[in-house]
């Protein structure tokens, strides 16, 4: 089936989420449409061929008349959480319940390790004339992942998941800090 006629045959069918209207962009709806039916035939298979990460790290082409994309982006967070909590309850099955929490706080304890680095200075830096992620609000978020891990205080997977930085010349590489926010993730929902 070429793209087009899968087009086609999105647009007639029912909008499994709300659409933006006007100028607003959203998830193209096919994409997400294809991507959400396998994982949910992956997810009854009980294979391993897509994991939490999978589903984490999906994207999705920004279109006109597309899914709104704050609505599917929390529907692909409950399939992430269904996903890892699988996971966890396959390797606590395997090897015991002692080996996943003590994965979970080498894990913890590796982000810490990363964070303890002065502010302003935890992550690599884009060159002077590249744009990366704005130093200050990155490390806001920093020290409230730090909190979290170090001290119990309040944080949620939703509240990362949704973090977003305005971006600066000189900032911090994106790359780098998206991976500190998922390897968080994955110790948020390993202890959950």
Same mark, same amino acid.
Request: aromatic share 8%; proline share 1%.
């Given at each position: 089936m070429t793209e087009n006629q899968l087009d086609e045959q999105t647009a007639q069918a029912p909008a499994a989420f709300a659409l933006t209207s006007g100028r607003v962009r959203g998830y193209h709806r096919a994409a997400v449409d294809t991507f959400l039916a396998s994982a949910r035939r992956a997810f009854e298979a009980g294979g391993d061929e897509l994991s939490a990460d999978d589903v984490r790290t999906a994207s999705f082409p920004l279109v006109k008349g597309g899914y709104v994309v704050a609505d599917v982006d929390a529907a692909l967070g409950r399939v992430e959480d269904a996903f890892a909590a699988r996971e966890r309850e396959?390797?606590?099955?395997?090897?015991?319940?002692?080996?996943?929490?003590?994965? /979970?706080?080498?894990?913890a304890q590796t982000?810490?390790?990363?964070?303890?680095r002065?502010? =302003?200075? &935890?992550? /690599?830096?884009?060159?002077?004339? !590249?744009?990366?992620y704005r130093i200050d609000e990155v490390?806001?978020?920093? !020290? &409230?992942?730090? &909190?979290?891990?170090?001290?119990?205080d309040a944080l949620t997977v939703e509240q990362l998941r949704s973090a977003a930085f305005r971006m600066q =010349?000189?900032?911090?590489?994106?790359e780098q800090v998206d991976?500190?926010?998922?390897? !968080?993730?994955?110790?948020i929902l390993a202890v959950r």
């Open positions: 396959r390797v606590v099955r395997a090897q015991g319940a002692g080996v996943w929490v003590e994965q /979970a706080r080498s894990d982000i810490l390790d990363h964070l303890a002065p502010r =302003r200075h &935890r992550f /690599a830096r884009t060159g002077v004339l !590249t744009f990366g490390d806001h978020v920093s !020290t &409230r992942i730090v &909190r979290y891990l170090r001290d119990g =010349r000189g900032g911090y590489r994106e991976a500190l926010l998922d390897a !968080t993730i994955d110790v």
